[in-house]
């Protein structure tokens, strides 16, 4: 089929030209003997208004052409005389491909909440607003591949289902095919798991770490953007299930490399998103009210503030508030301590670093002052941790100790040892949250609102 998308047919010079367009009914109105039709087709943030007029074969097709529906126009693009859009096509021929039941469509002209949105979550990529987060998503996606290549990495495959916890939380889920009505038992009790699918217990990949860094350790500069599942039972604006997660991993790199790639990773990508997703921040923008282009601007010109964790709890303690969580050497930093650090004393991005080796996973390279890792956190406004990243312990005994301490089961993972057995060098790199960033970019304040669809507790 021969179209024209909305996008293209703006962008080009087409005024006075035949085109064809299709796409999805908005609105339609009558007026003196006239049809108006808002159509949009996905492809940008502008509709193209449709004009049908009284004497066009068209018109016998406009019975069909309700709200929703889907439909062909064939036209000339003409300067549009009316105030509202530059262009409108005047129609001579209408092929309605699928009606609308207008009385049950759901998307009404008035404005629907992001709540009963996300009860349609099949539909709601027709609304402007999800358009325009859709269309950012996938500019940003594009635009991690983009540095990247620039910058000499190989984007690499990780496992989907592992047999180990990278972050050591234990918050994986289970992967099996054994028959839940019939399962194998070892003893009276536990599931004989040897008699599963692989011969042992697996599960959905909490990260692609352990696998990127081998192949950092041969490939040198690498990164996976892939799914990432935690069976976290946390029902917040700010966690999924399920997330997309960009891990790179640099041989010869130190917590200071690590941080750059990760500053420069965010600006260029603030940069992009103001390139080429212009008209969908000025609608969020417009519409929301919670982001600015000035403030995505500016993340993307300014330094990031560093501060080592030791700092960051003097700062809280001597916040002028109280806050829910009491704040002390050695405790996690919850989310109103990030948001007091960067909303109110940086005013910006901070980088965390040098925490307390028991809130970090055992793969952090120890400081030395025993007591701290080389760990970094990047903390963004309203948003808090979008970024967790470390230099990795490169030092054998130091890592073997280190997972004794933490009870990390050695035996299924010496192949990581290994690592550090033959040919082991410094190493860093990183884990940012896909959909953290798109929330900050966007400013939708539910995370459930940048992914097409969310998986929570509770919720698929
Ligand atoms: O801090 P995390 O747990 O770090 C890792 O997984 C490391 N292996 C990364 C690395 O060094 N290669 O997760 C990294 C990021 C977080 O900063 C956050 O942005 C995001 O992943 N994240 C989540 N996003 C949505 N929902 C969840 N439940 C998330 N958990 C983590
Ligand atoms: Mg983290």
Redesign the pocket.
């Known amino acids: 089929m021969e179209r024209l998308t909305i996008k293209e047919a703006l962008k080009e010079n087409y005024v006075g030209q035949k085109i064809t367009v299709c796409g999805w009914i908005r609105t339609r109105r009558e007026s003196k003997g006239f049809a108006f039709i808002v159509l949009s087709d996905g492809s940008s943030q502008e509709t193209m208004q449709l004009v049908v007029s009284g004497g066009a074969s068209a018109k016998k097709e406009i019975h069909g052409c309700n709200t929703g529906a889907a439909i062909k126009a064939i036209g000339v693009l003409r300067e549009s005389p009316a105030k509202g859009q530059k262009y409108e096509l005047e129609v001579s021929d209408i092929e309605v491909f699928g009606e609308s039941d207008q009385d049950l469509y759901p998307l009404q002209k008035k404005g629907h909440t992001l709540e009963f949105l996300r009860e349609i979550g099949h539909l709601r990529a027709r609304t402007n607003t999800f358009g325009a987060i859709f269309r950012i998503r996938n500019i940003l996606a594009d635009s991690v591949h983009q540095f990247f290549r620039e910058r000499g990495f190989a984007w690499v495959h990780t496992p989907i289902i592992t047999s180990g916890d990278?972050?050591g939380?234990g918050e994986l889920f289970t992967v099996t095919s054994l028959d839940f009505s019939n399962l194998p038992r070892s003893g009276d009790t536990s599931v004989d798991f040897s008699r599963d699918f692989f011969g042992r217990k697996t599960y959905l990949t909490?990260?692609?770490?352990l696998e990127?860094e081998f192949l950092a350790m041969s490939l040198g500069k690498v990164y996976t953007f892939g799914p990432?599942f935690?069976a976290?039972n946390?029902n917040t604006t700010?966690?999924?299930?399920e997330?997309w997660?960009i891990?790179?991993?640099m041989a010869f790199a130190d917590l200071s490399d690590d941080m750059k790639l990760a500053e420069d990773f965010i600006r260029f990508l603030c940069a992009k998103v103001l390139e080429r997703g212009e008209n969908e921040l000025a609608f969020l923008e417009a519409q929301y009210k919670r982001i600015s282009r000035e403030e995505i601007l500016r993340l993307a010109e300014t330094e990031f503030v560093h501060i080592p964790y030791t700092d960051a709890i003097r700062e809280l303690q001597n916040a002028p508030m109280t806050f829910e969580f009491p704040v002390s050497w050695g405790s996690d930093l919850q989310s109103e301590h990030e948001k007091y650090l960067t909303d109110e004393v940086m005013k910006g991005p901070v980088i965390v670093t040098d925490y307390p080796k028991e809130l970090k996973?055992f793969y952090m390279r120890m400081n030395d002052d025993g007591k701290t890792v080389a760990a970094m956190?990047?903390l963004a406004p309203r948003i808090g941790?979008?970024?967790?990243?470390?230099q990795r312990e490169e030092r054998l005994s130091v890592l073997e100790e280190r997972m004794r301490e933490m009870r990390i089961p050695m035996e299924s993972l010496q192949w990581y040892l290994d690592l550090r057995r033959f040919g082991s060098a410094p190493h860093a790199?990183?884990?940012?949250?896909?959909?953290?960033?798109v929330q900050y970019i966007t400013g939708m304040v539910n995370?459930r609102d940048v992914i097409p669809c969310p998986r929570a507790p509770g919720n698929i």
């Open positions: 990278c972050e939380a909490v990260s692609g770490q990127a990432t935690r976290e946390s700010r966690h999924l299930s997330f997660m891990e790179p991993e996973a956190d990047v941790e979008i970024i967790g990243g470390s790199g990183f884990g940012l949250g896909f959909e953290r960033l995370i």
